[in-house]
């Protein structure tokens, strides 16, 4: 499924196939978290901004209309008419960070709907069930999210239940790919590498979870307050352990910046809400750096968002036409903000393998890694 095509120093460049379409890593996942983007565009829409995985998530599509819904009209593919890859994520992260009282068990998690506060309950077998519904690509296991900062004696206690769910996560999406009427009975199964902080508990929580031969290993419980230098940290030591013949995904990173540091530990997949909402909120992403629209020096400014950008909003539309439509609050202004920024991020993940293809990762991530991040 996945093949490692070549490194350059310990970023990775490969393809992971899958029975929807091939990936060529590393890739980003654009977030359709209720199975679209926000800002108003459609699957169309990421087929033409180099989109190669679309990541839709369990608990709230579960929510709302409900994975039994889908499920009777066909699943997410046919629902959202993208047909490509979908990932879904476990919801996991949503119980543990929407949901106000929860009660963690053995068998799962009960919580409140953070929607009508209805009372719901989610364990490893009910999280493949509702991703079995929804028919995605890869469906992620049911994992506990610890909060940072955790006691170490917690977070140890919570990487061995998630390996325990993994178990039956297992066990259940093999029963039910074996269905006769499963939506996709090649659906893949990723685990998620947990263990906060705790250099020693993430890399035993590897060691564990690779020997279940699993489709891909996530890194989860990043990327949520912890400064930056501990997260790449965490990163140069978990990746040497992960199977090398395996797709690893660092679960909601992030920034350009921090792309291109976790490339270069051996990361191939990525997903983040952060170019989309940020272009809500006129955080435009460019070659140059990052510009806020909301700046009064934008009123009339006739050049496009990015001048080394050639998406079809940079091609045709003004920073000052945006601006004005982001402040007027009209949909068109968010759609254009959005399609630029997730082009943006597709591109730079073109342009990351290219470095790899031609062994300069290292001249490319020494222009770029804070340039991109850097606010003009």
Not at 179 to 198: K, R
Request: charged content about 25%; proline content about 3%; hydrophobic content about 35%.
């Amino acid at each position: 499924m996945f093949t490692l095509m070549k490194t350059d120093g310990l970023a990775r460049r490969g393809t992971f196939k899958t029975v929807h379409g091939t990936v060529e890593t590393p890739a980003f996942q654009n977030v359709a978290t209720c199975g679209a983007i926000k800002g108003g565009l459609s699957s169309f829409d990421l087929k033409d901004i180099g989109c190669q995985v679309q990541l839709c998530n369990t608990y709230h599509l579960h929510i709302r209309p409900g994975d039994e819904i889908i499920r009777d009209l066909g699943g997410l593919h046919k629902f959202t008419c993208w047909d490509g890859p979908i990932l879904t994520d476990s919801g996991g992260f949503q119980v543990f960070s929407l949901a106000k009282l929860r009660e963690i068990t053995e068998e799962g998690v009960e919580f409140n709907s953070h929607v009508d506060g209805k009372r719901i309950f989610i364990g490893p077998e009910e999280s493949m069930q509702i991703q079995s519904n929804l028919g995605s690509t890869i469906a992620m296991a049911f994992d506990e999210c610890v909060e940072n900062p955790a006691t170490y004696e917690y977070a140890k206690e919570s990487c061995e239940r998630t390996t325990r769910w993994l178990l039956r996560c297992k066990e259940e999406i093999h029963r039910l790919n074996a269905l006769s009427d499963a939506i996709n009975p090649n659906q893949m199964l990723f685990g998620i590498n947990q263990g906060s902080t705790f250099d020693d508990l993430r890399m035993r929580h590897m060691e564990e979870i690779a020997k279940l031969d699993l489709d891909g290993y996530a890194i989860g419980g990043l990327a949520v307050g912890e400064p930056k230098e501990e997260m790449y940290q965490i990163l140069s030591a978990v990746c040497p352990i992960a199977p090398k013949d395996k797709i690893r995904y660092l679960m909601g990173v992030g920034t350009p910046g921090n792309i291109i540091e976790a490339v270069g530990r051996g990361i191939d997949l990525f997903d983040c809400v952060m170019p989309s909402r940020n272009a809500r909120h006129g955080h435009i992403f460019t070659w140059d750096g990052i510009i806020n629209l909301s700046n009064a020096k934008y009123e009339r400014d006739e050049q496009p968002l990015d001048l080394k950008c050639d998406c079809h909003v940079c091609q045709n539309y003004s920073r000052a036409y945006i601006k004005h439509l982001l402040k007027a609050k009209e949909v068109l202004g968010l759609r254009l903000a959005v399609m630029h920024n997730l082009y943006f991020y597709n591109k730079l993940m073109e342009e990351i393998r290219l470095a790899i293809d031609e062994n300069r990762f290292t001249e490319f991530h020494d222009k770029y890694v804070e340039l991109l991040d850097t606010r003009i």
